[in-house]
């Protein structure tokens, strides 16, 4: 009887792991709604702010080499079509992965912005051309993270993402094996270590989990049309996370007809964490008229586990002043 009231008990706890743990604060590229998304400046501002993990989308260069930075094309976050100007591919974007790290390293990196018109996709943002801001590599970011650990006694984690894996694959790389020797070689190897992986593509996750042996903390990010219970059992056979947009938490196109849907509930019985993205002060969800109302209903109501946020301090506030740091 004892046994198996232990082992009720376990399953309970289990169960629970997703909802009892504080909620996590992912710096989206960094401090990004204040300095230019994925420069180590936003990173160090992104720790100050007391975020509990700092995102690196991960791309290759053409030696292989992993850089931190939003998109596999070059030209919405640097001037590499002033400085490479005949090296766009034939649908006129430039590829990470045709420049080498050295040719990477000549760019000048900048606020996100429309190449076309030139002008800033967020324009309240850090002004364009001011300053001087480089991409840099995952492992300079590894170092920077883990100086500032070190430094301020606080111990932030990364939260890498392994971006557009299949096709790296058809141009010839294969960035999960590139990757994941060096996250184990920092120090991220087990679900005890301060790390999320998290992936687009719902077979490079059982790929990463299976045969490339990840022992760490494994998330999907939800691509659009892809959730059903069915789903979200068999993911849990592989990873511990889900990533939906905030309209699968939220729905409704004003706060008058909001409504807080059932994903954090079914994922939670699946034991998978949610950790949603992507809340912006300057581009709020349409069921929200303020960050206070949105980050309200997505923890309070919606009882989520982490979000991500170009503006890691206005979460990190809120959690603070609602008991939850």
Not at 36 to 51: F, I, R, S, W
Not at 181 to 207: H, M, N, S
Not at 216 to 225: I, Q, S
Not at 294 to 301: G, P, R
Request: aromatic share 8%; glycine share 6%; charged share 25%.
């Amino acid at each position: 009887m004892k046994t198996i009231l232990t082992a009720i008990l376990c399953s309970l706890a289990l169960s629970m792991v997703a909802q009892t743990s504080k909620p996590v604060v992912i710096a989206h590229r960094g401090a990004s709604g204040y300095l230019p998304e994925h420069t180590l400046e936003a990173k160090v501002l992104a720790h100050a702010m007391g975020a509990d993990f700092l995102e690196q989308d991960v791309v290759l260069t053409k030696d292989d080499v992993p850089i931190v930075m939003h998109d596999t094309q070059l030209d919405t976050i640097s001037d590499v079509a002033q400085r490479f100007p005949d090296r766009k591919r034939a649908n006129g974007h430039y590829y990470a992965l045709d420049f080498t790290l050295a040719e990477i390293k000549q760019l000048h990196a900048n606020e996100r912005m429309n190449p076309k018109t030139g002008r800033a996709v967020f324009p309240n943002r850090f002004p364009l051309g001011r300053s001087s801001f480089q991409i840099p590599t995952l492992e300079e970011e590894l170092q920077l993270i883990q100086g500032l650990n070190k430094t301020c006694g606080r111990v932030a984690g990364i939260y890498p993402e392994i971006k557009q894996p299949g096709w790296h694959r058809k141009q010839g790389h294969d960035i999960s094996r590139i990757v994941l020797p060096i996250l184990r070689r920092y120090g991220y190897a087990t679900k005890q270590d301060p790390c999320w992986i998290q992936c687009f593509e719902p077979d490079e996750v059982k790929r990463i989990r299976t045969e490339l042996g990840w022992e760490g903390r494994l998330l999907l990010l939800l691509p659009p049309g892809w959730l059903t219970r069915a789903n979200m059992a068999e993911l849990a056979k592989v990873a511990d996370g889900i990533g939906p947009e905030l309209s699968a938490i939220v729905s409704g196109t004003s706060k008058a007809d909001r409504k807080v849907t059932d994903f954090v509930k079914e994922a939670h019985a699946a034991k998978l964490s949610v950790h949603p993205y992507t809340l912006r002060a300057d581009d709020l969800p349409k069921f929200a008229d303020s960050m206070d109302d949105a980050l309200e209903v997505l923890f309070t109501e919606a009882q989520i586990d982490g979000l991500f946020s170009d503006f890691p301090d206005m979460v990190v506030k809120w959690l603070s002043k609602h008991g939850a740091r």
